[in-house]
Structures are given as structure tokens and as C-alpha cells.
């Protein structure tokens, strides 16, 4: 079975651009997470999604990021306009039923911010 | 509020060594899940354990087994006769009885096993 895919796997911008980064979860999995990843603040969660719909953003870091899960087999995150700051890996997971459950990860996405 | 320490910033070990990666959770909660995950050179996250806390026997997998101990809110992972594969970034985490899918990190412990 194919695990969480991510793209694209490495993203050059340059500062003020918009960069999108998607994500499809396992098949029937209903949980969905984003993660960033620095040496500086190590593994942050951003954003989980349950049945699609986004249940925890505390962890957004402000307006300039936003996710959405149009269905259950495709997810995005999207910084306008990026920033240096956000250079980072950028992880997917999923998770399936109950609560607690552990997660699956994705390969990332490695973010560089010019 | 939750929080989950991995005092080890970086071990480094000879083949065939045994080897404990130390983990320190806080939580209020009753009911709460920890969990091992492993990051090696290539960058994935690959799943290891889940534990909740009710459960405190001890695990063991091939060279890997697993301390669970709620007197001191440990729950530590030994690597027997350690392996260059086992070269990684190990991160615990932790998950409570409410806002149950948010994992909590530890900062993660770099081991590094050498020939």
C-alpha cells in the first residue's frame, strides 16, 4: 500500500512568493495532520483535519499560512507570502479511527525561503 | 499542560553496545498515549510504539524493548547490541485524554552508532 505522499519533496522560493504544499493521506485514513519541522523549534504541529474538517489550527503560525482538505484523500498548506523564516521541513501525516492512534508520515517537504 | 522532555541532545555509541534513550513526559491528564518514533538520515518519521497508560508491562521488539514507568513518568527505549542502521533521530511523544490526535514532541535524541 502506498503511504502519505507528499509534494513536491524540495521547493525553492524566493521571499513574497505563495507556495503550496499537498498532501494525500493513506487510503481510509480520516485524520489528517501538518507538521513543520526546524532545528530551532523541532517538530511543530500545525494543523489537524478529522473527516476533513480542521479541528485544531492553534499551531498555525499566523495569517500568512493556510490549509484546506477539499476531500479525504488531498490536503494543502499554503504560506502568502512566504518569508526566510519559513524555510523548514514540512510534514504530512495520517492517522486512522479512533483517537490516539498512532500516525504515519510522509517523506516532507523541504521548504527553502530565499 | 503536556510536555515531554528527551534530556539526550546527542549519544553516540560503538557497535554491538546496548544503548537507553531517556524519555520524561508531563501530563495531567488520566488517561494519555506515548509513543517512539524514528527519524533516520533519509528524513521520514517511521512509527515505533504506541503505549497508553494503563499498560505499564514492558515491550520488547527484536533489539528494541521499552520502560514504561508511571512512578516516574518515564518511558525509555533501549536498543540491544546496537547497529549502524539504528544511526537516527529518535523523538518521543505524547498524546492526552483530550484533543486526543495532538502529539507532543520531545526535542529528540540524535544517536549515533559507529563500527
Known amino acids: 500500500d502506498a503511504g502519505v505522499i507528499q509534494s513536491p519533496r524540495h521547493e525553492v522560493t524566493e521571499m513574497g512568493q505563495e507556495v503550496t504544499l499537498r498532501c494525500k493521506p493513506i487510503s481510509g485514513h480520516n485524520s489528517l495532520f501538518w507538521y513543520r519541522q526546524t532545528m530551532m523549534r523541532g517538530l511543530e504541529l500545525l494543523i489537524y483535519?478529522?473527516?476533513?474538517?480542521?479541528?485544531?489550527d492553534s499551531g498555525m503560525p499566523e495569517d500568512r499560512f493556510s490549509a484546506k482538505m477539499p476531500n479525504a484523500s488531498f490536503s494543502t498548506l499554503k504560506i502568502q507570502p512566504s518569508e526566510p523564516r519559513d524555510s523548514a521541513v514540512y510534514f504530512c501525516?495520517?492517522?486512522?479511527?479512533?483517537?490516539?492512534?498512532?500516525?504515519?508520515f510522509g517523506p516532507g517537504t523541504r521548504l527553502t525561503v530565499l | 499542560a503536556q510536555k515531554v522532555t528527551q534530556a539526550q541532545t546527542e549519544i553516540s555509541v560503538v557497535e554491538k553496545e546496548d544503548v537507553t534513550l531517556d524519555c520524561v513526559y508531563e501530563?495531567?491528564?488520566?488517561?494519555?498515549?506515548l509513543f517512539w518514533y524514528k527519524q533516520p538520515p533519509s528524513g521520514e518519521l517511521v512509527f515505533l510504539i504506541r503505549?497508553?497508560?494503563?499498560?505499564?508491562q514492558n515491550e520488547i521488539s527484536g533489539r528494541y524493548s521499552w520502560n514504561f514507568q508511571k512512578s516516574t513518568s518515564s518511558f525509555n527505549f533501549t536498543i540491544t547490541a546496537s547497529q549502524v542502521v539504528d544511526s537516527a533521530v529518535y523523538f518521543c511523544a505524547l498524546s492526552g485524554e483530550y484533543n486526543t490526535d495532538k502529539l507532543i514532541f520531545g526535542t529528540g535524541t540524535r544517536l549515533q552508532v559507529f563500527p
Open positions: 501530563t495531567r491528564d488520566t488517561t494519555y498515549y
Open positions: 501525516a495520517s492517522s486512522f479511527g479512533a483517537s490516539n492512534n498512532e500516525q504515519f
Open positions: 483535519f478529522n473527516n476533513n474538517v480542521p479541528i485544531d
Open positions: 503505549r497508553n497508560s494503563f499498560d505499564e
